[in-house]
Nanobody, 123 residues
Framework: QVQLVESGGGLVQAGGSLRLSCAAS????????MGWFRQAPGKEREFIAA????????VYADSVKGRFTISRDNAKNTMYLQMNILKPKDTAIYFC????????????????WGQGTQVTVPS
């Protein structure tokens, strides 16, 4: 099992930046595919970015490519999401997740989820 805790959300003006963190405990997160998702009010949970299991490859949603960067610190068992040039449409609760598949963009492929952290970009 793995436990996930997100942090780093907040209110930021359009064009600004935030860095989210996802701290993992339990089994080493190299054993899992690790991903970031977000969910805006009234919308389905949306894939943002992920590491393949083992961390060798990253994949991004087209909506964030070039603005968001996923990274990890294996020594700290922590994954990050650097978000730049934030837009009002990025407003959502952001979640990190872990799953045993090699990689996936589908939320139901992930077994473990954090509680989420709110990101708000006013229009």
């Amino acid at each position: 099992q793995v436990q996930l805790v997100e942090s780093g959300g907040g209110l930021v003006q359009a064009g600004g930046s935030l860095r989210l963190s996802c701290a993992a405990s339990g089994r080493t997160f190299n054993s899992y595919s690790m991903g970031w998702f977000r969910q805006a009010p009234g919308k389905e949970r949306e894939f943002i970015a992920a590491f393949t299991r083992g961390g060798g490859v990253t994949v991004y949603a087209d909506s964030v490519k070039g603005r968001f960067t996923i990274s990890r610190d294996n020594a700290k068992n922590t994954m990050y999401l650097q978000m730049n040039i934030l837009k009002p449409k990025d407003t959502a609760i952001y979640f990190c997740a872990a799953g045993q598949q090699f990689t996936s963009r589908l939320p139901n492929a992930y077994t473990y989820w954090g509680q989420g952290t709110q990101v708000t970009v006013p229009s």
